[in-house]
T-cell receptor
Framework: KAGVTQTPRYLIKTRGQQVTLSCSPISGHRSVSWYQQTPGQGLQFLFEYFSETQRNKGNFPGRFSGRQFSNSRSEMNVSTLELGDSALYLC??????????????FGPGTRLTVL | AQSVTQLGSHVSVSEGALVLLRCNYSSSVPPYLFWYVQYPNQGLQLLLKYTTGATLVKGINGFEAEFKKSETSFHLTKPSAHMSDAAEYFCAVSDGRPGRRALTFGSGTRLQVQP
């Protein structure tokens, strides 16, 4: 079974620009979560989408947004980029249904550099 | 609210020696606990997880962890380190309620294996 894929793997942008990152989950998984990884703040949860609806949200400004499509693929958008947005953005997929444990499987990440 | 503390941001062991990476958690609900490993320029790979039942959990690559509720700990061990174990290790906690299953990560422990 193919794993989680993320595109692009590397991005360089300048301050003030916007960026869109893409994530394709494992086949059959309906939940996609996004995390930001930086040396200073570590791994932080951005948001989760399930069945095209945002189900959970972390503590990030409104410049960070996302969406999910009917095929469970997800995109994340960051507008008006700041230097501090430079990070590894990780996407994780899980089955998402029911209660109890919902193991998340991570993609390779997109490395965003803001100049 | 949940939190994870990983004691020791860097751990160095000799090849063949015991690996012990420490993780303590705080959770207001019965926790689900995970260990992930991250190799350079890669995403997170699941090593093992604790859900319910047996408190000693075996994972991939010879790693295991023991859930100790009284100590709120979930330490990761491996009897004999290999050079290929050099990586960063993250402990994470989540709960089982839909919409609240975001992972909360510790700050990570970088494992160095000396020849």
């Amino acid at each position: 079974k193919a794993g989680v894929t993320q595109t692009p793997r590397y991005l360089i942008k300048t301050r003030g620009q916007q960026v869109t990152l893409s994530c394709s989950p494992i086949s059959g998984h309906r939940s996609v979560s996004w995390y930001q990884q930086t040396p200073g703040q570590g791994l932080q949860f951005l948001f989760e989408y399930f069945s095209e609806t945002q189900r959970n949200k972390g503590n990030f400004p409104g410049r960070f947004s996302g969406r999910q499509f009917s095929n469970s693929r997800s995109e994340m958008n960051v507008s008006t980029l700041e230097l501090g947005d430079s990070a590894l953005y990780l996407c994780a997929s899980s089955k998402g249904a029911g209660t109890g444990v919902d193991t998340q499987y991570f993609g390779p990440g997109t490395r965003l550099t803001v100049l | 609210a949940q939190s994870v503390t990983q004691l020791g941001s860097h751990v160095s062991v000799s090849e063949g020696a015991l690996v012990l990476l420490r993780c303590n958690y705080s959770s207001s609900v019965p926790p689900y606990l995970f260990w992930y490993v991250q190799y350079p320029n890669q995403g997170l790979q699941l090593l093992l997880k604790y859900t319910t039942g047996a408190t000693l959990v075996k994972g991939i690559n010879g790693f295991e962890a023991e859930f100790k509720k009284s100590e709120t700990s979930f330490h990761l061990t491996k009897p004999s380190a290999h050079m290929s174990d050099a990586a960063e290790y993250f402990c994470a906690v989540s709960d089982g309620r839909p919409g609240r299953r975001a992972l909360t990560f510790g700050s990570g422990t970088r494992l160095q294996v000396q020849p």
